[in-house]
């Protein structure tokens, strides 16, 4: 079966660092990829999103595709506490897959 | 627009009961999903309508789960005779269908099943 995998599981950092964020997928034909960011309590909501090979950039988020290592990555510049929240990567065939998550907390 | 709409918030049952979760999709999106949500597993697809049609119920456990959707306004989660491995947060997303907005997921806030 088709997985996506996430690491690291959990994540504390300090306000204002870099934080990466990483996910592997096993279908080389998906053509869809995203990350959701899930505040405790609440529902998954839609991060970012990329279709082809590259880096997209959304003030202080970057994802990066790479098909070839089947891997997608997010970094987050300047982390906030307002961060803090479960991290979801999902890729897409006739539906969005979705690894089981990365915690983030963020301290100030 | 009120988003996706889930009841009840929260259900609890007991053993063998059975148990049905509600789904309002956003109004103009066809596509509806249906995914459960625990610690260990993650997030875990059940299945999927599009314009009401059933298209893909890989994830369902086939015994007890089923899904309907009789209109385009809702979509019913049944779950019979339930387990206490059945206790999750169920959430519903729904979606455009065509273009390249279509594959964003746009979730409930969940109901949350409990099975003593």
């Known amino acids: 079966q088709q997985k996506v995998q996430q690491s690291p599981e959990s994540l504390i950092v300090p306000e204002g660092a870099m934080t990466s964020l990483n996910c592997t997928f096993s279908?080389?034909?998906?053509?869809?990829f995203a990350w959701y960011r899930q505040h405790s309590g609440k529902a998954p909501k839609a991060l970012m999103s990329?279709?082809?090979?590259g880096e997209k950039e959304e003030g202080r988020f970057t994802i990066h595709l790479n098909k070839a290592s089947l891997h997608f990555s997010l970094h987050i510049r300047d982390s906030q506490p307002s961060d803090s929240a479960l991290y979801l990567c999902?890729?897409?065939?006739?539906?969005?897959?979705f690894g089981t998550g990365t915690k983030l907390q963020v301290v100030p | 627009n009120a988003g996706v709409i889930q009841t009840p918030r929260h259900k609890v049952t007991g053993k063998g009961q059975e148990a049905t979760l509600w789904c309002e999709p956003i109004?103009?999106?066809?596509?509806v999903f249906w995914y459960r949500q625990t610690i260990v597993q993650g997030l875990e697809f059940l299945t999927y309508?599009?314009?009401?049609?059933?298209?893909?119920d890989s994830g369902m456990p086939k015994e007890r789960f089923s899904a309907q959707m009789p209109n385009q306004s809702h979509s019913t989660l049944k779950i019979q005779s339930t387990q206490p491995q059945d206790s999750a947060v169920y959430l519903c997303?729904?979606?455009?269908?065509?273009?390249?907005?279509?594959?964003?997921?746009?979730f409930g806030a969940g109901t949350r099943l409990s099975v003593l």
């Open positions: 309508f599009r314009n009401q049609a059933p298209i893909d």
């Open positions: 279908d080389s034909a998906s053509q869809y």
């Open positions: 109004s103009g999106h066809s596509a």
């Open positions: 999902a890729d897409s065939g006739t539906y969005q897959r």
């Open positions: 990329i279709f082809s090979n």
């Open positions: 997303a729904s979606s455009l269908v065509g273009g390249p907005s279509q594959n964003t997921l746009y």
